[in-house]
């Protein structure tokens, strides 16, 4: 088949690699200039996979599959863009995220480290004791990559005859003939079509708004007061660093930067809309993380990164095809873990046509 795809995030990529596999015909078309776009959710330096999940138990089981994804991508790239760091979760109140994602970790029977205040701040001293009840640590998890990962995998697919062309934007889709129009006013027409447009995609399809919202939000990129460097780049991802910000963070680790970010600083926002960082707004995002951590003020701000993403209602991944044109979702916040077993899977969903099956494995149901 001669299959199109729209979008080179993660989603995009991963299914450019494995139809290429397959032996299909590949394009794979980019708005940006360059991949990855700096603007799209699969454009930065680090994302966390983990096995801890609050109530989404399909998704953990997932994983399993998702880490098996990306050794097969590791093995063709020859390269490994991952950090097995661990990954930490803290409570500071009952029934906080922190502890939903403990409980998720104990439905799976997944092991973990449970430290006392005092013991969690002696591992790790950027931690202010008096304000969080438990700390516990998952060995299953870390770091991965994205800008390397998107950066190797051009360069994969390229050598395996895979059409790339950035700089070119998709203007309309058409279900019934397979042609892409181009903004330059170029029209191509494919067998298949499938759309991983990230937060652009209601742009393309308008109709799916009633399952997509899009969002901004912004993480931060911090410099830690000297003495707790050494702490920082030996430390885990924090899958939540508990109370009620719905506030994660990557480690700087591998050369990556200290990055923070929050749940509670997204709001409703078309995806080219309002992407220059605002003025304070890494000092906001910073302060969001006192408690649990100490010494908040001394961190310095390197750089905010705006950023666009889509969520449904209830946080699970999207599929939908009409005539020839397959779109995925794989956001809500949490889908780059998965982005090479989506790949994998939008692929065989091209090649056989079970669209209810893909749409029961995103849902991770
Ligand atoms: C701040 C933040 C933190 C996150 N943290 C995590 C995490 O720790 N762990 C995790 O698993 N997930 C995390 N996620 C979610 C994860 O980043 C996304 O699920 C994933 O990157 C989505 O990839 P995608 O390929 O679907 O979309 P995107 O990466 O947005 O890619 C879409 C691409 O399509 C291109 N495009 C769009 N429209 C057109 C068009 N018309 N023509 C041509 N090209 C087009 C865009 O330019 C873009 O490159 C986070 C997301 C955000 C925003």
Redesign the pocket.
Known sequence: MNVAI?????????TAWALNKAGHAVTL????AA???P??????Q?????RAYAGADGYARTITEAFAAWDELWTDLGQVHYKACGVMGISQIAGDEGEDYRDGLDRMGSPYALFEPAEAARRYPFLDPATFRYAYLSGEGGA?F?ARIAAGMVRLLRERGVTIREG????SVDPDSGALS??DGGRLAFDRIV???????L??LPELADALKT?R???VYLDPPDDLKPAWAAAP?I?DVGGTVDG?V?PAVDGTDLKL?AGVH?VPMA?DLDREPRPGEGEIIRDYFAPPFARIAEYGVKRV?S????FTADHK?LSRRTGRVLV????????????AA?GRRVAAAVESGDDAGLLAWLRAE
Request: hydrophobic share 45%; aromatic share 12%.
């Open positions: 729209v979008g080179a995030g993660i989603a995009g990529l991963s078309v980019e708005q940006a991949i990855p776009n603007y799209a959710a699969s454009g930065d680090h994302r966390i996979i983990r991965l994205p070119a934007a998709v203007i181009f903004a759309v991983t447009a990230g937060a652009w995609t742009r393309l969002y939000t912004g993480v991802c899958v994660y990557l970010g997204k995806p990164a950023c666009a993403y889509t991944f995925v979702s794989a956001c809500s916040g949490h889908g780059y873990k998965f982005g989506v």
